[in-house]
C-alpha cells in the first residue's frame, strides 16, 4: 500500500506590520469609545466638556486674531503660551486618570524598543481635546504677531512646533513621575486639584487686577522679553522676531524651541527605558519606621487615655487620608488667600480673618462620615453618653490643635498687612468665638446628620441619595455658628457705635471664653444625641 503524495509547501506569505504609530492611534480611539460605551451620564459629560473646549477655544482665537496689529500682542502671546506650557507640565500630576496611555509601566510586557514607541506616544497624545485647545490657541498667538511673509513661514514651523513641545512635556513629567502618580500619593494630587486651579484663579483674578491698576498690558513687557526666549514661547516669539524683520533673532528663537523638543524626547525615551528595565521599588515601606517614630513622638505631647488616643488617630486621618487631607489643605488655603489677597489689594478688612476659623471650623462637621464604614469600630466603644462626649470632645481637641495657632497667625499676618493693629483683640476674639460656635455646631450637626463619604471617587464628597443631609449639616450649622456668636457681634458693635473703643480689647478673653462656653455646649448637647443614635449614624456613614 503506497502512501499518497504530499504537496509540496508553498512559500509563507507574511503580511507587513502594522506601524506601531497607527496600532496606538487605533488603540487610543478605541479606549475612548469603549469609555463612552460604559455609561450615557459619561458620554453626556464628555461631549458636554468637547463643546465647552471648542467654544472656549472658538472664543480665544477669534481673540487672538483681533490682536493682530497691537503694540503688546507679541508680550500677550509669550506669556499666554508660557503659561499653557506650564498647564501642560502640571496636569499629568493632579489629572493621571486622564488619559490611560499615560501609564508606560502597562506596556513593559510587549516587546518594543524605545524609539518606535516614543514616535508612537508622542503621535497619539496629539489626539485628544487637549491638543487641539491647544493648536487653536497656538494659531491665534501666532496669527496675532504674524507679520509679512517671513511672518508667515515662520509661523508654519512654530505653530506645530510648540504643539509638539507642549505635549511632550507633558509626557516626560508624566513618565519620570508615574510610579509616583500610581501610589497613594498621586492620587492626593489628584484630590489636590480642585485647590489649585481655585488657587490660580484666584492669582490669575488679583494679576488682572494689578495690571489695570499699572496702566494695562505694558506692565508685562519686562516679562515679555524674559519669556520670548523660553521654549515653547520663544518659537511664537520667532514669529514676531521675523515679522520684525529680526531674521538672526527669529532663527535663534526657533532653534531654541526645537533644542528644547529635543532634549525632552531624549528625557522621555530615558525615561522609559527606566521604566521598562528596572524593578519598581517605590512601594517599599523604607520610611515605615520614621512614621512609627514620629507617631510615638507626637502621642507623648497627648494625653493619656481614650482623649489622646482618639486625638491621634483624628490627626492621622488628617495627614493619611487623602479625601480629608484635600479638606484641610483646601481650608487652610482659602482662610488664609481670603484675606490676605483683599488686605494687599487694599481692599480688605481685618475681620476677614475669620476665613480662617469658619473654613477651619467647617472640619469639624460629619464627623462620623470621615470615618466612612470604619465607623462601627468607633461604635463598639460608645456605649453612654458619656462615651460620645469624650469621642466628640477628643476630635475636636484634634482640631484644636491646628486650628487655634493657625487661626491667631492669619489674623496677625492681616493686621501687620493692614497695619491695623489696634483692631487685632477685637478681631480675634471675634474669630475664636466663630471657632468655638463651629464646633458646637459641627458636634451637634454631626450626630443628627451624618453622611456617608464615597472613597471610590476623588471628587465625590457625598453619596447617592445624601445631599439633603449634606447641606443640612453644612449649611445649616454655618448659619446656627453665626447665630450663635450675635452676642460677641452685638458687644462689638456696640462698643464701636457708643465711642467706647478703649474697651474694645476686652472683646478678646470674652470672645475666647464664649467660644470655649460655646464649643462645650455644644458637645453635652450633641452626646447624648450620638449615643442614642448609634444605629442610624451607623447605617447612614456606610452608604455608597
Known sequence: MTAAPVAPAGPTVQQPAEPLTAVFVRLKLSLLRNGLRQSSGRRAAYLASVVLALFLAVLLLLGLIALHGNAHAGTLTVILVTVLAVGWSAMPLFFPGGDETLDPSRLVMLPLRPEPLVRALLVTSLVGIGPLFTLCLVLGSAVAVATGPAGAVVAVVAVPLTVLVCVA???????????????????????????????????????????????????????????????????????????????????????????????????????????????????????????????????????????????????????????????????????????????????????????????????????????????????????????AYTELRSRALALLVVTLPYTALVTVVTAGLLGDWRALPEAMGLAFALLGAMLATGAVTSARFPYSIPQDNAHKNVAPGQAGLAWISIFGGMVSASLLCSPVIVLLITLHTTGNEPLLWILLPVGTGYGALAAWAGLRVAAPQAASRLPEILTAVSKG
Open 169 to 387: 512635556l507633558a509626557r516626560t513629567v508624566a513618565a519620570a513621575n508615574v510610579r509616583l502618580l500610581t501610589s497613594r500619593k498621586g492620587r492626593d494630587l489628584a484630590v489636590l486639584s480642585g485647590l489649585v486651579i481655585a488657587v490660580g484663579i484666584q492669582a490669575v483674578n488679583f494679576g488682572v487686577q494689578r495690571l489695570g491698576r499699572a496702566g494695562g498690558l505694558s506692565a508685562l513687557d519686562p516679562a515679555g522679553d524674559v519669556v520670548r526666549w523660553l521654549p515653547p514661547a520663544s518659537a511664537i516669539g520667532a514669529v514676531d522676531s521675523a515679522g520684525r524683520g529680526s531674521y538672526g533673532q527669529a532663527a535663534a528663537q526657533l532653534l531654541i524651541a526645537a533644542a528644547a523638543l529635543v532634549v525632552l524626547l531624549l528625557a522621555w525615551q530615558r525615561t522609559l527605558v527606566r521604566l521598562m528595565t528596572s524593578p519598581d521599588g517605590s512601594t517599599i515601606a523604607a520610611g515605615e519606621p520614621s512614621r512609627k517614630e514620629s507617631a510615638a513622638g507626637l502621642s507623648r505631647f497627648l494625653p493619656e487615655g481614650r482623649t489622646g488616643t482618639v486625638m491621634l488617630r483624628t490627626l492621622r486621618y488628617i495627614w493619611r487620608d487623602p479625601k480629608t487631607k484635600a479638606a484641610w489643605i483646601a481650608s487652610l488655603a482659602i482662610g488664609l488667600i481670603v484675606p490676605v489677597l483683599n488686605a494687599v489689594q487694599g481692599s480688605g478688612s481685618i475681620y476677614f480673618s475669620c476665613f480662617a476659623s469658619g473654613m477651619l471650623g467647617i472640619q469639624m462637621y460629619n464627623q462620623f462620615g470621615q470615618d466612612t464604614s470604619a465607623f462601627w469600630m468607633v461604635a463598639q466603644t460608645i456605649s453612654t453618653p458619656q462615651d
